[in-house]
């Protein structure tokens, strides 16, 4: 049964939330599961101006508020100026927590009572190269858990995974809630675009954000990332929370912020929450572009054992074996992590992934063959002009030159290449001689190869030394906002 958030929202009528065996908890009305005695006595000036002076509101304030905004009776100009209150003076968590239960009610909530087994779902914040998803989905299912993944398209330098999956010829990303749960029953897993109508609230919301420089905001993103999450529905998750140059909080001790309160927001919800601190300072594996990160994903999957992949490998065994320990699977992270790369080496993932491909209507025979997807037209060799090793790669500058190349969209309407992409041949700690090819640009579009192969060459820093091995995962938070080092003896 899908509990409140916070104990106080718990009223009579919530039991109706899940009680019904559809595809949806269908919100007909705003906050139809609540009262309809909420109090609006407050005018929407007063709660604006409680918050620029710092005042904490109270939840039912906060539903009220929120209530009136999706009715209209709070207008646009209004909603910013307490977005930009919330940036300058902040939330408590009980004030982000109650605002991601308002925003998980103002539209549909996933009923995945009917489906059998345990579900477990993760979310990342996204980066560059980051086709974590593709891989780790497939691999939690070949354990036998539900895997009911909603992902996005991407904007900007970082990729979506719902762009990656449209590459595969005939896949279909956009299934309704029935054929969701039938593909989740029969394979386990399904990676779809958000279905019904999840937190439309949101979207009125993010977009205000994106215009009125309020994007940066923990309170704010917590509960844009996690209402989205929590409508899917899963009994449990886990998040990879990425810092660095590639990823949307440059600093760790920010996305550990970030993590803290997203965790308070799932296990607010009921649901065990676990986040890890993952760097995004250089590219995730060789693959940057829609194609390009099938193709690395179904050689991880294939245990090709591409030593440009390992990051990528390790990102992936430690969220499984996450997810497993979550699950019920596994007795600890150790074992998850050994269960993990088991199943990658014994072709059980890779089955999982097939069996998925085929049951949303992909190609199994560009799977099985990914070099004879078509080529894009241009193919351009960025070389070394520097001999020593590589020491940094920035993950922003490459992945910004994916999207001139077409492998990402500046505007929500744009079209992507799936052929088009950047495929790196080197990467942090290998060494390099002066003319090396250090990654290969590809492109359909005229014009943009030259100055794109001068970028990805500048965002290679390559030195004399032998650089400090980076740490790729630092911490764990979990329940509580505890905050661990991360043992990265679990990898050896």
Known sequence: MHRALLTRFTRPSTALWLSRR?????????????????????????????????????????????????????????????LMAVCLKG???????????????????ADLSDVPGTSVDKHSTGGVGDKISLILAPLVAS??????????????????????????????????????????????????????????????IYALRDVTSTVRAIPLQTSSIMCKKLAENPESLVLDVKFGSGAFNHEVEESI?????????????????????????EPIGWAVGNWNEIHESIQ????????????????????????????????????????AKENLKNGKALAKFHEMVEAQGGSLEAVKDPKSYPAAKHKIEVTSTRSGHVSAIDALAVGLVGVDLGAGRQ??????????????????????????????????????????????????????????????????????????????????
């Open 411 to 492: 505007f929500v309407e744009d079209d992507v290449d799936f052929s088009a992409g950047i495929e790196l041949l080197k990467k942090t700690g290998d060494k390099v001689s002066e003319g090396d090819v250090l990654a290969i640009l590809s492109t359909n579009r005229d014009g943009v190869g030259k100055v794109g192969a001068q970028k990805v060459e500048g965002a290679y820093k390559v030195d004399e030394a032998v650089p400090t091995p980076r740490q790729l995962i630092t911490n764990i938070v979990r329940k509580g906002g505890l905050v661990e080092a991360f043992d990265s003896s679990l990898l050896k």
């Open 300 to 339: 991880v999957l294939s245990n090709e054992n591409n030593p440009l992949s390992a990051d990528l490998v390790d990102l992936v065994v430690v969220q499984c074996g996450q997810m497993l320990l979550q699950g019920g699977v596994a007795s600890d992270l150790a074992e998850g992590i050994a269960m």
């Open 91 to 109: 939330m408590t968590p009980e004030e982000t927590a109650a605002l991601t239960k308002c925003m998980v009610m103002s539209g549909d909530i």
């Open 143 to 204: 354990f036998g858990l539900v895997v009911p993944m909603m992902s996005g398209r991407g904007l900007g330098h970082t990729g979506g995974t719902l762009d990656k999956l449209d590459s595969i010829p005939g896949f279909s990303c956009d299934l309704d809630m029935n054929n969701f749960k039938k593909i989740l029953r029969t394979v386990g897993v399904a990676m779809i675009s958000p279905a019904g109508d999840m937190a439309p609230v949101d979207k009125r």
């Open 257 to 281: 912020e970030l993590a803290k309160s997203m965790v308070e927001a799932g296990e607010g919800d009921n649901k065990q929450t676990t986040a890890f601190i993952t760097s995004m300072d």
């Open 22 to 82: 559809e595809p949806f908890r269908k919100v007909t009305q705003p906050f139809s599961s609540f009262p309809s005695t909420l109090d609006h006595s407050q005018s929407p000036s007063a709660f604006i101006s409680d918050k620029r002076y710092g005042k904490e509101h109270t939840s039912d304030e906060i539903m009220s508020f929120i209530d009136r905004y999706q009715r209209d009776e709070v207008k646009d100009y209004q909603m910013s100026a307490w």
